[in-house]
């Protein structure tokens, strides 16, 4: 059974973003499988799960603060994915900061359009 939230296409893109960011972590280092791949499973997998959380909550208030969440969490997905560029330990990290630029321009057009409602 297909949920409402699962016909967003931030949601959409945010799982996107999740699943490729789980694979892109199968090339890092055997040193960082833990420590920055774990924070960077957390931080891909919190995005799509405060979008359906906040869908959940039943208030376009709610859902906006859950959104928000979800950008924070990629704003620091983002950090960590530019860090990784920058340590040279993954082989590209561009398709997936492509995919964070996508989902962080449809998190803020959606949080402008829930808070004109309110």
């Not at 699962?6 to 949601?11: A, E, P, R």
């Not at 906040?54 to 906006?64: N, P, T, Y």
Request: hydrophobic share 45%; glycine share 4%; with cysteine.
């Amino acid at each position: 059974m297909e949920r409402k939230y699962q016909q967003l296409k931030v949601w959409q893109e945010s799982m996107l973003l999740a699943e490729m960011v789980y694979k892109a972590l199968l090339n890092l280092p055997a040193s960082e499988r833990f420590g920055l791949a774990d924070q960077l499973r957390r931080a891909s997998v919190s995005i799509p799960s405060n979008i359906a959380e906040g869908a959940g909550r039943g208030s376009d208030r709610e859902f906006v603060r859950f959104l928000q969440i979800a950008k924070g969490s990629l704003q620091e997905l983002e950090t960590q994915l530019l860090l990784c560029a920058r340590l040279k330990l993954l082989p590209s990290t561009t398709s997936l900061l492509d995919v964070t630029n996508r989902v962080f321009a449809l998190l803020t057009a959606f949080i402008n359009r829930l808070k004109q409602n309110l």
